[in-house]
């Protein structure tokens, strides 16, 4: 193949799907990205150039990490030769990285990340037919204008609202809230059937440009506000609480979050709900109401892992908190459906 050639480019940046087991017990990610795509074979539905970024587990990764993979996915649509890429990638914080890639995306050539749930010498790797059937997706015309998708198990998600589901079944992923795209076939046949409705993208820090920190807390039953507090005085800019139900809390951590947002720091309040929006219903002291009178920010349907990553970068952006607001109703909103 030569550079002027169409083609798919693979980011390699580890996880199961790069892992093997260790002499020192566990399986750790060490294949380079030329060894993940030779594992294919012959099945290779378009010409492809690999690229390793690291090889870590994705439990291990930054927020500085996943600046570095987003600002290569930049880097290598520069080419016009590129049909589109695919990053291969732990599923543990594969939902944030996806997120973090898709917010910053500008361009309509598809970015999809993929990996597996078992390891590349284990018994039956689901790896290699994971990575085939994503190289068939970024490199078609169908999968255009989606933005950044995740696809696991012939099943192609929107990054925004995807989560890991399963710890250990093959089919990994679910988005209840913002769907599916699409499917693909073992022979790389690509269906799509959502719109993948775009809004406009937001600026791509540079890495390693000072970190704000941003910290996730829990409501739940007998919580006080010990943790919180703590976060604020570690320095937190952001915190995202991860409320109960529709978004509630109690008193102790309404009362944190009012103290929080009177210091200038920034609240959004999420759900460990696997399904549906934050909406401010109760009172009491610390129900969902009570916590947006104290200044907290709806995260709508978007959970903790992916406001986490939304508020980090807003607050890596400097955009004043009327902004900020603005911005998660927009994107904790599903797309409407297309007619």
Known sequence: MTVTDSHV?????????????????????SDTGEQVFKALGSRVSHPVRVLDVFQKGSYL????????????IQDVLKDPSVLGVVVTHGTDTMEETAYLADLTHTDERPVVFTGSQRAADSDAPDGPDNLARAIAVAGSKDGRGKGVMVHFAGTIFP??????????????????DFGV??????????AMDGSGGRLEALPL?????GS???DLVAAYPGADSTLMHAALEAGAEGIVLQGTGSGNANASLCAEVAAAVASGAVV???????AGPVVPIYGAGGGGEDLRVAGAISSGHLRPSQSLILLSLLLRINPDRDRITEIFAQRGRPPEPSA
């Open 181 to 190: 795209l699409g499917q693909v076939s073992a022979q790389g046949e690509v």
């Open 159 to 176: 990054a925004a609202g995807v989560r890991k589901s399963q710890t250990l079944r093959l089919d990994a992923f679910a988005n209840p």
């Open 61 to 72: 990764l930054t927020f500085d990490d996943m600046l570095r993979i987003c600002a290569t």
């Open 9 to 29: 480019v693979l980011l390699a940046t580890g996880g199961t799907i790069s892992s093997r087991s260790s002499q020192a017990g566990g399986a750790v990610a």
């Open 268 to 274: 959004v309040t999420s759900t460990r709900v696997d």
């Open 205 to 209: 820090p540079q890495p390693g440009g």
């Open 212 to 214: 704000p920190r941003v």
